[in-house]
């Protein structure tokens, strides 16, 4: 039979090889001599010697599965993709513990869409043995889109025999995004949710990354031992750079959530949990629809998961900046969900467990300081670039020190404000407790950036809300509100009016989508301003004092110049 | 694969019987090793200081090392009939084992000074000596 179904050839059991094969044992238990064409013929299932129990079929199988696009010639088999990492005895040792769901849909008729879930009820994993619902058997079919139902899918491919082969073709054809349901490695809409906000609770930006300390953190809370969370990072770290991106993190949180439930965990990566996969399972939902009903024609099923890879990597590649997508994305993904509507309650028990599991987690999540979510890209990032622009505008007239300073701060409130408001264009000179636009000493930073074209009112609000700040924290700089007040005395009984007004504006402003979000956004922006206030205000009294000494060793000079003129001998010649 | 600390971090051997015979060459080697990163000096930063080259030809087979700027050390052992090695297949697959290495430090959950348990390194290293063998 090894010889016979091409093992022997290509050394290993692919899965045509192995299907064939179970084919020959069913032809020769069933008297038929060991030939190709026997399994042509309309064969009962093969009898496998008595096997494991469902656990262990469970625990067994789904660690190596994935799915790939697979047609036998005389395909009656199913296209159940089944993709291995280790071929050879791995496959063997699987085959026994598959025999027992091959019993029971002895019928193929009773293999059409319809429950089948009945006889795979049982051998399928806990949790959709929870699910009386009926078990649409798309497993065996969508697995055109490679990742496949792990072991689901091999039980049902070798249920289906002959006969099957056209009802296959018209499963092929149905609507495939439906066959998300029974991979153990492929993530459910729910779950990529609950996935996103976990992401989210770590740090706010899709975008970003998340450290390795901080996953490493999050990470330990499952409890599971530091070997396996070592494992699980080596797989989803696919770039290996100390950081999980979203794909990323879904990826081992999946792997995580499966271990708990009793999965072992894969040799490699699976397809599903792949970062590209699922970036673009993300973003383009619709369009893995449409690929999956191309995939639905009869192709090699290896070559077809490879196609689809490229494919996707491609995909993902275009994109790469997937970030703003992904919200779009999963507004899409609840559309598609709508559309399939076929069952998502597998992961019903699968959410609870998730749930159960990452309650603790979310809780001490939850605890975490919020302000180190924020110690994330954009808002320092943003930060760090508004204090880089400051110091090129020309400071032409800046006899004193505090004028730089105040520079300084009237661009790093600029950009801040920006920041906060969403990134509008920068609005003109917060000047904080600096002065409106009618002060004369400003006047030239007013024009220094051009880019304020607000008016004078908004900057009388933003300054009037810096203020609020300044004034807040009074005791942090004193010497600075004696400078500016020295200079500005008129603005502040013009700003003050003019702070009731704007004290509410923060509030109101409309870009900010979560209120706490801003008023975090602001303490963050309010103690870094602080903390550079006061470095000015270091900065500037340091600056002062060496002019003092320059003007002193000018001073210097001059004297001993005159007295080496004095000293010189006349004589000239 | 070996610490700072002159402790193996990881070892593998591909024909399995002799294996302590092996781990002996390994170890005597260090002193060698250690030799050679003195004679350097303070500088350590070129990449081509970090391959140590042959470190002493036995009888049966040849020693070659390779020092990282944290002093992890690699050592290798190869067979003295395989003389289709060339210094510059050693100098790739001290960088594949360099570069995974790294990969290994990414992992937040692994501890400088663990023995390195990760799979992909393992496969790493074994398609490596397949590959030679």
Known sequence: ITEVCGAKRVGYFGPAQFYIALKLIAAAQSGFPVRIESIKNELPLPRFMALKNDTDVRYGTPAEFHGVKFQIPHATLEKNSYKRTDEGDKQESKSPPMSPICSPPASPSTYQRVPLSYGYGKARSGLEQQHGAPYEVRHSTHQQDGPSSGNYGAKSTLTCSTPNRSLSVEREQQDSSTHYS??????????????????RSLQPDLNAFISGSVAKNFFTKSKLPILELSHIWDLSDVDCDGALTLPEFCAAFHLVVARKNGYQLPETLPETLLPEYLQAACLKPVRDCALFDSYSEPLPGSQQTRDFGRTEKSSTEEAPDNSALLQDG?????????????????????QHLTVKTAAQ??????????????????IEDAMKKGEEPPTPPPRPQKS???????DLNKIFQQNTQAVRSGWLPPPPPALPPRPSVSQTEQPSEVELHPQMNRPP??????????????????????????????????????????????SSLPAVKPHLPVQKQSSKQKRAIQTAIRKNKEANAVLARLNSELQQQLKEVHKERIALETQLEQLRPVTVL | LLSPQNYPLYIRSVPTENELKFHYTVHTSLDVVDEKISAMGKALV???????????????????????????KFVMVVDSSNTALRDNEIRSMFRKLHNSYTDIMCNPFYNPGDRIHSRAFDNMVNSMMMQVC
């Open chain 1, 182 to 199: 029974d991979d153990p490695w492929r993530i459910t809409e729910e779950q990529r949710d609950y996935y996103i906000n976990q992401f």
């Open chain 1, 330 to 350: 999963k507004k899409d993904e609840k559309q598609a969900l709508k559309v399939s509507t076929t069952l998502k309650t597998i992961p019903k028990e699968f």
């Open chain 1, 361 to 378: 987690e979310s809780n001490a999540l939850r605890a975490r300081p919020r302000s180190r979510s924020y110690s994330s890209t954009s």
């Open chain 1, 400 to 406: 004193h020190s505090r004028a730089s300073s105040l």
């Open chain 1, 457 to 502: 009112s908004q900057a009388e609000e933003s300054s009037s809300a810096k203020k609020e700040v300044v004034i807040a924290q009074p005791p942090s700089k004193p010497a600075r509100r004696k400078l500016r007040t020295e200079a500005q005395g008129l603005e502040t009984p013009e700003l003050s009016p003019t702070i009731n007004v704007t």
């Open chain 2, 46 to 72: 070129d990449q081509r200081e970090l391959y140590l080259g042959l470190l002493y030809p036995t009888e049966d087979y040849k020693v070659y090392g390779y020092v990282t700027n944290s002093k992890v």
